[in-house]
C-alpha cells in the first residue's frame, strides 16, 4: 500500500512539472515579476476589488490575491478591442465561482495611454476590471515591451514574492480557455517552481523592409537635400552594435561631414507596422533632414506626402 501511494505521488510530480515545463510557450517559469509601482487615481469599485487603500501612488505587491490575470494592452490596439469582450465574460465567470472569486484578479495595464483614454476604453466596452494607466511605457518596458495583446499569470510563491507561471501573445480564442489556464496554474505548487533568471518577454528583431543598397541611397538622399554632393560613403559599426552613415560632401568651396541613422520604433499592437525612418544631422547635432522608410497610422494606412 506504502507503495503504491510513494508511486502515486510521484506520478504527481512529475504530472506538475510536465504541466509547467511543457507549456506551449515555454519562458521559463518562476521568472520573478516586478513590483510595478502606478500613479493614478482609482475609482471605489476598483479599490475594493484589488484590495487597496485610497492613495494615489500604489504597488503591484500591495494589491490582494493568489494569481493575477494581467493583460497588457493599448486602447488603440486592435486586437486589445477584440479581446475586451472576453475578458469581460472571464471576469464575470471569476465573480461567480467561489474558488476563483478574491484568489484570482484581471488587471489591464494600458502601455502608452493616458487617463483620459483609459476612462473612454473602460467606458466603451464596459470593461468591469481595474486598467491601470502606463503613459510613458514604464510597466510595459519594465517586462520587455511586448506588443499587446500579451496576457501574464503571475502566482504568488511561498515566499511571498510574484512569479510569472504563464504567458500568451495575441487574441486569446475564448474565455474558456483563459479560465482553462487559469485553473491549471492555480493547482502548481510554488515549492517545485525552478527559479530562472531571464525576460519575461523577447521581442523579434526589428528589420526595416529595405535592402542594404536601398538603405545607403536613402542615407545618400537625406545627405544631399543639404545641398552637397557625396563624394564619399561609409558605413560605421557602433560599440552597442548599432551602425550609422558617415557621409563627405563637397559644397563647392568647402567640404562637410554630415551623418545618417537609421531610427526605428516597435509596434506596441500585435499586428501594426513597426516605424522606420532616416534622419541626417551634422557634425553639432543639427537634424537638417527627415526621409520616412515606413510609417504607418490607424488599420496600418501609409502617410501620404501631405
Sequence with gaps: MKKRKSLYIIFLILLSYQVVYGAKNP???????????????LSKEDMAYLGIAPKRVFRLGEIRGA??????????????????????????????????????????IAAGNNSEEVRHFKNQYKIPYPILQDPDFDAHQAVG???????????????????????????IESAKKV????????????ALFKPKIGPIYEGDALIPPLREEELIQKARM??????????????????????????SLDFGPYKK?????????????????????????DSEGMIVDLIPIQLTKVDNLNWTEE
Design 145 to 171: 515591451e511586448p506588443r499587446t495583446p500579451f496576457m501574464i499569470w503571475v502566482r504568488k510563491d511561498r515566499e511571498g514574492k510574484w512569479v510569472v507561471v504563464s504567458r500568451h501573445l495575441g487574441v
Design 179 to 190: 479560465l482553462e489556464e487559469t485553473k491549471v496554474v492555480l493547482q502548481y505548487d510554488p
Design 67 to 108: 494569481l493575477f490575470l494581467i493583460e497588457y494592452l493599448n486602447t488603440y490596439c486592435v486586437n486589445c478591442v477584440r479581446q475586451a469582450p472576453i475578458l469581460n465574460e472571464v471576469y464575470l465567470q471569476i465573480q461567480k465561482d467561489p474558488f476563483l472569486k478574491g484568489r484570482v484578479k484581471i488587471i489591464g
Design 27 to 41: 519562458i521559463g517559469f518562476a521568472i520573478p515579476f516586478p513590483d510595478l509601482t502606478f500613479r493614478q487615481t
Design 222 to 247: 537625406g545627405m544631399e537635400t543639404s545641398g552637397g554632393r557625396v563624394i564619399e560613403l561609409e558605413k560605421i559599426m557602433l560599440k552597442d552594435g548599432d551602425f550609422i552613415y558617415m557621409g
Design 257 to 281: 561631414k554630415l551623418f545618417s541613422k537609421l531610427a526605428s520604433r516597435r509596434a506596441v499592437c500585435d499586428i501594426c507596422h513597426d516605424t522606420f525612418f532616416f534622419y541626417t544631422f
